[in-house]
C-alpha cells in the first residue's frame, strides 16, 4: 500500500456524487483516506444518492468499508468533534486534503480560521503545514463575499476548483460528467487515473 494519504472531507453542498467517486479512485489507488462528513453532507448523500448512511461515524467507517472493499486500516471516518483525530495536527496531517463537495458556508469557515469543528481545523492543519488543500466549490451565482474568500484561500495556497466540468469529451452520461471533475483533482493529487485522455491524447 502506498504511505499517500489524503484527507477527504464531504459537506453538505450538492454534489454528494463528486466526492463518494473520489473516495472510491482514491482507495482503488491504494490511498489511506481519513474522511470528515458533515451532519448537511450525510443529508445531501441521502437526496442525492442511493447510499443511505447510518449516523455514527464508526458505523458510516463500517459501511463505506463494505461498499468500496477497502483494505484493512486503509480507510477511517472521524465525527466533527474527533479532535484527537490525526488530521488535526500538524504531527498528524495527511500529504493532501480535499473538500468535496465544498459549501460556501466552508470556504468561509477555512478562509477566517475558525476551525469550530473537526473538518474546519483539519482544513486550517493543512494549510499551516503547507499541504496541499483542494476546494470543490459548488455554488452559483457566486457573491463577491464567495470571490473574497476563494482569493484569500488562493493567496493561502489552496486550490480552487469550482465543480464545473467540461464538455469537450463529449460526455454521454451523467457519470461521464462526474468523472471529469474527479479526474482534474486527481490531477492535482498527482494520483494516476484512466478517467479521460490528457488534452491532445484523443486526437493522437
Known amino acids: 500500500m502506498t504511505s499517500k494519504h489524503i484527507t477527504l472531507a464531504m459537506t453538505g453542498a450538492s454534489g454528494a456524487q463528486y466526492g463518494l467517486r473520489l473516495l ?8 489511506r483516506v481519513s474522511v470528515l462528513m458533515s451532519q448537511p453532507g450525510q443529508i445531501v448523500i441521502g437526496m442525492e444518492t442511493n447510499l443511505k448512511l447510518p ?9 463505506l468499508i463494505e ?3 477497502a483494505k ?3 480507510l477511517h471516518v472521524y ?5 484527537t483525530a490525526p488530521v488535526a495536527s ?3 496531517v495527511a500529504d493532501a486534503m480535499v473538500i468535496c463537495p465544498c459549501t460556501t458556508g466552508t470556504l468561509s469557515a477555512v478562509a477566517t480560521g475558525q476551525s469550530r469543528s473537526l473538518l474546519e481545523r483539519a482544513a486550517d492543519v493543512t494549510l499551516k503545514e503547507r499541504k496541499p488543500l483542494i476546494m470543490v466549490v ?3 451565482p457566486v457573491s463577491s463575499i464567495h470571490l473574497q474568500n476563494m482569493l484569500t484561500l488562493s493567496q493561502a495556497g489552496a486550490v480552487i476548483m469550482p465543480a464545473s466540468p467540461g464538455f469537450y469529451q463529449q460526455p454521454e452520461t451523467v457519470d461521464d460528467l462526474i ?9 492535482q493529487l498527482a494520483i494516476k487515473h484512466k478517467l479521460i485522455p490528457a488534452w491532445g491524447e484523443a486526437t493522437q
Do not use: N
Not at 479512485?25 to 491504494?30: E, G, I
Not at 449516523?55 to 459501511?63: D, L, P, T, V
Open 138 to 140: 459548488r455554488e452559483t
Open 67 to 69: 461498499r468500496y472493499q
Open 24 to 31: 472510491e479512485l482514491l482507495l482503488q489507488a491504494d490511498c
Open 90 to 92: 500538524g504531527s498528524g
Open 55 to 63: 449516523g455514527r461515524s464508526k458505523e458510516i467507517e463500517r459501511a
Open 179 to 187: 468523472d471529469f471533475m474527479v479526474a482534474r483533482v486527481l490531477d
Open 79 to 83: 465525527g466533527q468533534q474527533h479532535w
Open 72 to 74: 484493512p486500516g486503509q
